[in-house]
Every structure is written in C-alpha cells, then in structure tokens.
C-alpha cells in the first residue's frame, strides 16, 4: 500500500492539525443538511417492525422537503454548530495522531496505512463523542408532528451541555462513545487507506497530471464508496445510542450498550435496520469524504510550497 503522504509533501504534525480540522469543517457545513436528514431516517422506525409504524420521512427530496416545511429552510442546518465543534475536535486529534504516525515511517509498513487511521480515528472519537452527542440530539429535535426518536428539547450547544453535565454528570458527556469509537476507527481507517492508495493508483497509471486536482478528487470519490460501505451499520448504532432517553442515573432506556443496540435493532427492526438512510449516508459520506480530503490535501499543497 502506497504511504498516504510523500516525503517532498510533508507537513508537520501541528499544521495537519489545523488543516485537517479546517478542511472537514469547510465540508460539515455543505454537508450539514443531509447529516440532519439521515439522522431523523435512521431514528424512524426505532425498535419497530417494518410497516407497523407512520414514515414522515421518505427517500432523499422528499425528506429535505419534509425538514424544511417542519422547521423552516435553517432546519436544515440544524446541529451545525455542534457538527462545527465535533468536526473540529475529531479530525484536528485524528489528523494530528495520523501524521505523527506518518513521520514515524508506520504508515510505510503492510497495513501501516489502516492501523494508523484507525488508531487515529478511534482518539479523534473520543475527544469529540460530547459534540456528537449533542448534534446528533438537536438534529432529532423537531414539531411533534414529524419527530422520531426521542425529543430531547435543547436550546443549544452549551445549554445541552450544560443540561447534560448537571444532570448525569461529567461522564454522561461521552455515553454513546461505545458507538461512535468503531464508527470513527472503520471509518478511518477506510478513508485514509483507500484515499492515500487510491491517489497513488491513479499516479501512476498517469491518466492525469500528478499536481492536479483531478487526482485527489478521484482519491476522494473511490475512497467515499468504502467509507460509506462500512461506516453506515455503526453510524446507525452510534445515532442510536446518542439519541436514547436516560434514566436519573444517566443509564440508557432503550440500550444497555453497543452490542445490547445491535441485538435489539436486528431482532425487533430485521438485520436490513442496520442499513437505515443508506443512501443519505452515502449522499453525506461522499461529498463530505471527498470535500475533506480534497480541501486537506489541497491545503498541505499550499503549506508545503510556503514552507520551501
């Protein structure tokens, strides 16, 4: 497997911080709407059988319009301050830890490229899983007409927070984690493997300029395809378990954990549950794989030309 970054393109661990969290949060934010829309699909339905239960949400156009006629065109964008910070958190860790590891020749070695993102992923996750709980939380919140899930009712990123902290504790902040950590290291590690691979792939067979853009949108397009494949399952168990009614204790209502959620979804739902929104993921995972690592990249060009 090719090494995700030339030696003549490094960058130090510190700048891939601030460019890995600059360039996803540039791509959260045209891709906001639909993080809001597969949440609410993976939600419908929850802990139902097929057919027994009201579909507000249908397919991609008809759910962005359900959303907007329920809360208005900036519905769409809701969470996009929480997705803001959890981007921020998450990718300038996992950018950082990824590079590290990229200095240190590991991602040189078979496999080297996956482990380290994975690695990298399952950090990032964790220091953001606060963030991703309240976003996921306010993008559920809707009219009681058209909600699915539990109505958690916050007024905002810190009020949620806040609310959270006081009433379950500090470490009520990182419930869900269990979902998100898996979500993030698969999700990674496909990402930066099958980008860094598949940039070098289509080097090589020369079909474009070795500067050009083209190259990493091409790195970017094969590797949202892999993202997409093998994050949905636990992005609906994360979502799942972010979204669920606690008790005064702080304990999940619905979920003793990640494998008590997957049991329960595949027995009570059928294993296809696992695939909710699909699409809407791919819709979301692709453009926000390919905007992120296109803007990443494109931004380690720059800063490397400035360095020299």
């Known amino acids: 497997m090719a090494p995700a970054m030339d030696a003549g393109d490094m960058v130090s661990p510190a700048m891939d911080l601030v460019l890995g969290a600059s360039a996803c949060c540039l791509a959260c934010v045209f891709t906001n709407p639909l993080e809001v829309v597969k949440t609410r699909l993976q939600l419908q339905g929850e802990l139902q059988a097929p057919g027994t239960y009201p579909r507000p949400y249908r397919g991609f156009v008809a ?11 900036w519905g769409l964008q809701k969470g ?18 990824y590079s590290l590891a990229c200095q240190a ?19 990032g996750a964790f220091v953001g899983s606060p963030a991703y709980l309240v ?6 919140q809707t009219v009681a007409a058209m909600a699915v899930g539990h109505q958690h009712q916050h007024q905002s990123v810190l009020g949620a927070l806040e609310t959270i902290w006081r009433q379950q504790g500090l470490l009520a902040l990182w ?39 083209l190259v990493t949108l091409a790195g970017g397009m ?17 979502t799942r378990l972010y979204n669920q009614p606690v008790d005064r204790a702080g304990r999940g209502q619905l979920y003793g954990g990640l494998a008590d959620c997957l049991v329960k979804i595949c027995q009570q739902e059928g294993p296809l549950a696992l695939y909710k929104g699909l699409g809407l993921a791919y ?17 380690r060009k720059l800063a490397t030309r400035a360095q020299h």
């Open 63 to 73: 759910s962005v319009a359900a959303v907007a006629r329920a809360d208005g065109l």
């Open 80 to 97: 996009l301050a929480a997705g803001l910070l959890y981007q921020g958190l998450m990718n300038s860790v996992r950018f950082y830890c």
């Open 105 to 123: 020749g590991l991602t040189q070695q078979p496999g080297g490229t996956a482990v380290a993102g994975a690695v990298a992923g399952a950090l």
């Open 135 to 140: 976003k996921t939380q306010l993008q559920a």
């Open 175 to 213: 419930r869900g984690a269990g979902g998100a950590v898996p979500r993030v290291t698969v999700g990674s590690a496909a990402q930066l493997a099958t980008f860094a691979s598949a940039k070098a792939w289509v080097q090589e067979r020369q079909w474009l300029l070795e500067d050009s853009w």
């Open 222 to 238: 094969i590797s949202s395809v892999a993202v997409a494949a093998v994050m949905t399952p636990f992005d609906v168990l994360s």
């Open 283 to 299: 819709l979301r995972l692709g453009p926000h794989t390919i905007l992120s690592m296109f803007f990443w990249d494109e931004l």
